[in-house]
């Protein structure tokens, strides 16, 4: 059978060409729904990231603010606060760093430079003695807990470098004429050599009349806060008047003596003895 115009052999051309197309159209529909399916796992993904770097991200900020935290209350245990404002200074402690004194603003732990010859010294609070020897009725030997316990006496002073830098704090600690006289101290005797943890043979010296007359004091505490080992914890002397390589730190003995020459370490490297900042700062 024919059908009219049309031959056979084009009937079936055209058969073929029906048929390709169908099979084009069902490949389209496919790959739509393929790229449907990818785009719709290409979202999923990208959903995914952006909630995984929102908790990551949450994670970074709570992180960054613990350290930050965590970071502001080691520095101020340490050297202070940028803020104006008294601040915590220990987690454990809840000590407060003081900011003025007798109408005076201190300077903030952070900003007091600091100077040493063998670097930061760190003593154990618990196995520390402090001890008072040499031109002495009775050697003494302090715990840090009696130094506690002793009347504390706060002043306001400044340490001046040889250097040319200078700040100014409050100091807290006992006296230390009270310390002196409770190991009695023996005719003769004119100066106190301080031994320290950097230099136990004495790392600088004090006139007796000095002491008594400026009533120096042996500080526990910078502007209310416990030394920081670098401001020489547990002990420093508050030297008032004088440079600041006689404000002994890491201090572990006082010894009397009538050897009115002794020269520390600094004042044997050139400094002057006397080491008064109304004189000169070299010998």
Not at 66 to 75: E, M
Not at 172 to 199: C, E, K, M, R, Y
């Amino acid at each position: 059978m024919k059908i009219r115009g049309i031959s056979g052999h084009n009937i079936f051309l055209t058969v073929i060409l029906i048929l390709i197309a169908v099979v084009l159209l069902i490949t389209q529909a496919c790959s739509s729904h393929s790229v449907t399916g990818s785009r719709t796992k290409v979202t999923i993904t990208q959903t995914s990231t952006q909630t995984a770097t929102m908790t990551t991200n949450a994670t970074t900020n709570s992180t960054t603010a613990k350290i930050t935290t965590s970071t502001t209350q080691s520095v101020t245990s340490i050297t202070g606060t940028s803020t104006s404002t008294p601040v915590s200074t220990s987690t454990v402690t809840g000590q407060v760093e003081a900011t003025e004194f007798q109408g005076t603003k201190l300077t903030p732990i952070k900003n007091q430079l600091l100077n040493g010859i063998a670097g930061t010294q760190n003593i154990d609070q618990a196995t520390y003695t402090l001890t008072i020897e040499g031109m002495v009725d009775h050697p003494i030997t302090f715990t840090y807990a009696d130094l506690e316990a002793m009347p504390q006496v706060s002043v306001l002073a400044t340490l001046e470098c040889v250097e040319g830098w200078s700040y100014t704090a409050k100091w807290t600690g006992p006296s230390l004429s009270a310390i002196l006289a409770q190991a009695g101290v023996q005719s003769g005797a004119v100066i106190a050599i301080f031994g320290t943890a950097d230099d136990p043979d004495g790392f600088t010296s004090l006139d007796l009349s000095y002491i008594n007359a400026n009533n120096i004091i042996l500080a526990l505490k910078d502007n209310d806060v416990t030394l920081p080992a670098a401001n020489g914890f547990p002990v420093r002397v508050v030297a008032t008047g004088k440079y600041g390589y006689k404000w002994a730190k890491w201090v572990t003995s006082v010894d009397l003596s009538s050897n009115s020459n002794f020269q520390g370490y600094w004042e044997s490297n050139g400094y002057n003895n006397d080491g008064s900042v109304t004189g000169p700062a070299g010998q």
